[in-house]
């Protein structure tokens, strides 16, 4: 199976890779996995006191599919509320990405892992 | 289709291997299409379909995963194929961390003793869910199967580690 021109420059160049301090209570974090294939994702989200996402990182285990959707949801949730972010659907990604059939759980993982972020915020910040 | 049925097995998650592999050998004979050659094309077609559901029956039940999943199904719980996101952070962070393990291997100047660390607690999680995989499917309620899917899907991410570290034990052997 070929990948897309996209999914193979997000996969040899991913974009804001790595972790934030889990304990900053500005951050907020996602972690969602497929059972299916073993991905494991985790998605960390800097939140500003006007619910503004100000950075973002990630980090996944998993196909080129699943580090090129978590890559590019990093790209897109900056600089977003988070009510917007949450609006972000896993078939924009699959789009955006060109994903082949099989591989659309990866997009499903990303969408996932936002919402589990906004989530833990959520949860960490009483409402 | 019930594979228990089939085997004449009890619909249970512990089962003998040697005996499940002996009445495969049983239905292969019994079913084998060169035994139909002589017989209508719908004897002929019907062994054929035999023969494939024994075989499927066959890899199904000796995988205990894929038993599990068959048991629940019959139960009216189907998990196979779902493309649910597990969440989960604790368990999930978990695996993050023996990623990150195995991760370190390939760039260790021991990694010997890495890939030791890795396996031990691979396994030891590995037995521990499933053996709890089989209490709750012995349990046989509509909770504990839902428990019991639950353990399947946390088992999915150790099977695939346990994969991952092989190939890995494989190319520091190269």
Same mark, same amino acid.
């Given at each position: 199976?070929?990948? $897309?021109?996209?999914?193979?420059?997000?996969?040899?160049?991913?974009?804001?890779?790595?972790?934030?301090?889990?304990?900053?209570?500005?951050?907020?974090?996602?972690?969602?996995?497929?059972?299916?294939?073993?991905?494991?994702?985790?998605?960390?989200?800097?939140?500003?006191?006007?619910?503004?996402?100000?950075?973002?990182?990630?980090?996944?285990?998993?196909?080129?599919?699943?580090?090129?959707?978590? $890559?590019?949801?990093?790209?897109?949730?900056?600089?977003? $509320?988070?009510?917007?972010?949450?609006?972000?659907?896993?078939?924009?990604?699959?789009?955006?990405? #060109?994903?082949?059939?099989?591989?659309?759980?990866?997009?499903?993982?990303?969408?996932?892992?936002?919402?589990? #972020?906004?989530?833990?915020?959520?949860?960490?910040?009483?409402? | 289709?019930?594979?228990?049925?089939?085997?004449?097995?009890?619909?249970?998650?512990?089962?003998?291997?040697?005996?499940?592999?002996?009445?495969?050998?049983?239905? =292969?004979?019994?079913?084998?299409?060169?035994?139909?050659?002589?017989?209508?094309?719908?004897?002929?077609?019907?062994?054929?379909?035999?023969?494939?559901?024994? %075989?499927?029956?066959?890899?199904?039940?000796? =995988?205990?995963?894929?038993?599990?999943?068959?048991?629940?199904?019959?139960?009216?719980?189907?998990?196979? %194929?779902?493309?649910? /996101?597990?969440?989960?952070?604790?368990?999930?962070?978990? =695996?993050?961390?023996?990623?990150?393990?195995?991760?370190?291997? /390939?760039?260790?100047?021991?990694?010997?003793?890495?890939?030791?660390?890795?396996?031990?607690?691979?396994?030891?999680?590995?037995?521990?869910?499933?053996?709890?995989?089989? /209490?709750?499917?012995?349990? %046989?309620?509509?909770?504990?199967?839902?428990?019991?899917?639950?353990?399947?899907?946390?088992?999915?991410?150790?099977?695939?580690?346990?994969?991952?570290?092989?190939?890995?034990?494989?190319?520091?052997?190269?």
């Amino acid at each position: 199976m070929a990948y $897309s021109n996209k999914v193979i420059d997000h996969y040899e160049n991913p974009r804001n890779v790595g972790s934030f301090a889990k304990d900053d209570p500005s951050v907020a974090t996602g972690m969602v996995g497929a059972p299916a294939c073993g991905d494991v994702m985790k998605l960390q989200l800097k939140i500003n006191d006007q619910g503004i996402i100000e950075d973002a990182k990630f980090k996944t285990y998993g196909c080129g599919s699943a580090i090129a959707s978590s $890559s590019l949801v990093t790209e897109w949730v900056k600089g977003k $509320s988070i009510d917007e972010a949450a609006l972000i659907k896993n078939t924009d990604i699959a789009q955006e990405l #060109a994903l082949p059939p099989v591989k659309i759980h990866c997009s499903i993982l990303a969408e996932d892992a936002i919402k589990a #972020a906004i989530a833990d915020y959520k949860q960490r910040h009483g409402n | 289709m019930n594979y228990f049925q089939l085997f004449h097995l009890p619909a249970q998650f512990e089962l003998d291997l040697t005996e499940l592999g002996t009445r495969y050998l049983e239905l =292969q004979r019994q079913f084998h299409p060169d035994k139909y050659a002589a017989g209508s094309e719908r004897d002929k077609l019907m062994a054929v379909q035999q023969a494939a559901n024994i %075989n499927d029956a066959y890899h199904s039940l000796k =995988q205990p995963l894929l038993r599990a999943e068959h048991l629940l199904a019959l139960r009216g719980l189907k998990i196979s %194929n779902e493309q649910r /996101s597990f969440m989960e952070p604790a368990f999930l962070m978990q =695996q993050m961390e023996l990623r990150e393990l195995l991760a370190e291997i /390939s760039d260790a100047a021991d990694p010997d003793a890495l890939i030791d660390e890795a396996d031990q607690q691979i396994q030891q999680q590995k037995k521990a869910l499933l053996r709890q995989l089989q /209490s709750a499917l012995d349990a %046989n309620t509509p909770e504990h199967d839902h428990q019991a899917a639950d353990i399947i899907r946390k088992l999915k991410f150790f099977f695939k580690l346990q994969q991952e570290l092989e190939l890995l034990e494989q190319q520091t052997q190269d």
